[in-house]
């Protein structure tokens, strides 16, 4: 069974950083793609950023500038820094991981593990 446990989300001021991180276990993920997506209140869950399992970063037109991802294949872990925070960056932030090796869309239904969110809240 896959789990995910994030880490790092809580309460920042507009203009500062989090650092999120997420752990995998249950399996062995360097073959697949790992991600976030996130969600505000009542809106719809959007991609934030993803990296594939040779390293290839994608990123959602809010996040290439201010946000970063990168992973540790050998701990299982990927991460996001997210600098220069907005307020409508607040939202819950879901690490996923895909659901099948080497393939990788930005497509919710594609990624087949989440976790159970982590809280961001950026104040004005």
């Known amino acids: 069974q896959v789990q995910l446990v994030e880490s790092g989300g809580g309460l920042v001021q507009a203009g500062g950083s989090l650092r999120l991180s997420c752990a995998a276990s249950?399996?062995?993920?360097?073959?697949?793609?790992m991600g976030w997506f996130r969600q505000a209140p009542g809106q719809e869950r959007e991609f934030v950023a993803a990296?594939?399992?040779?390293?290839?970063?994608d990123y959602s037109d809010p996040a290439k500038v201010r946000f970063t991802i990168s992973r540790d294949y050998a701990k299982n872990t990927v991460y996001l820094e997210m600098n220069s925070l907005k307020p409508e960056d607040t939202a819950v932030y879901f690490c996923?991981?895909?659901?099948?090796?080497?393939?990788?869309?930005?497509?919710?239904?594609?990624?087949?593990?989440w976790g159970q969110g982590t809280q961001v809240t950026v104040s004005s």
């Open positions: 996923v991981v895909g659901a099948r090796p080497y393939y990788y869309t930005r497509t919710t239904t594609d990624f087949g593990s």
């Open positions: 249950g399996g062995t993920f360097s073959t697949y793609a």
């Open positions: 990296m594939t399992w040779t390293g290839v970063r």
